[in-house]
Nanobody, 124 residues
Framework: QLQLVESGGGLVQAGGSLRLSCVAS????????IGWFRQAPGKEREWVSC????????AYADSVEGRFTLSRDNVKNTVTLQLNSLKPEDTGIYYCAAIQTRYCSRTWTDYGYWGQGTQVTVSS
């Protein structure tokens, strides 16, 4: 069974940091590009970042550029999203998703596999 599991969310004050992990089971993550999305209450799902299958190329939404860092460890079958300088507007459920292509996508409907999400709450 192909599965993605996120962890690392929590409650943090503005300016704080969190490290989110996405662990794959049932398949080899190295064959997939990975995207992170978030969804705040009452808002649409928003692309945050993604990393190519090779790991050599990453992309970030303007709202998180310079504060978030995405990396992957194909040996550990894990992708990590480091969240620094968090703001209240970063609050939401964060999801990782996998797409079986060389490149990643900013469109959530392109992704075939999703985790259950992890809650990030940033207080002001």
């Amino acid at each position: 069974q192909l599965q993605l599991v996120e962890s690392g969310g929590g409650l943090v004050q503005a300016g704080g940091s969190l490290r989110l992990s996405c662990v794959a089971s049932g398949f080899t993550l190295e064959s997939y590009s990975i995207g992170w999305f978030r969804q705040a209450p009452g808002k649409e799902r928003e692309w945050v970042s993604c990393i190519w299958r090779s790991g050599g190329i990453t992309a970030y939404a303007d709202s998180v550029e310079g504060r978030f860092t995405l990396s992957r460890d194909n040996v550990k079958n894990t992708v990590t999203l480091q969240l620094n300088s968090l703001k209240p507007e970063d609050t939401g459920i964060y999801y990782c998703a996998a797409i079986q292509t060389r490149y990643c996508s900013r469109t959530w409907t392109d992704y075939g596999y999703w985790g259950q999400g992890t809650q990030v709450t940033v207080s002001s």
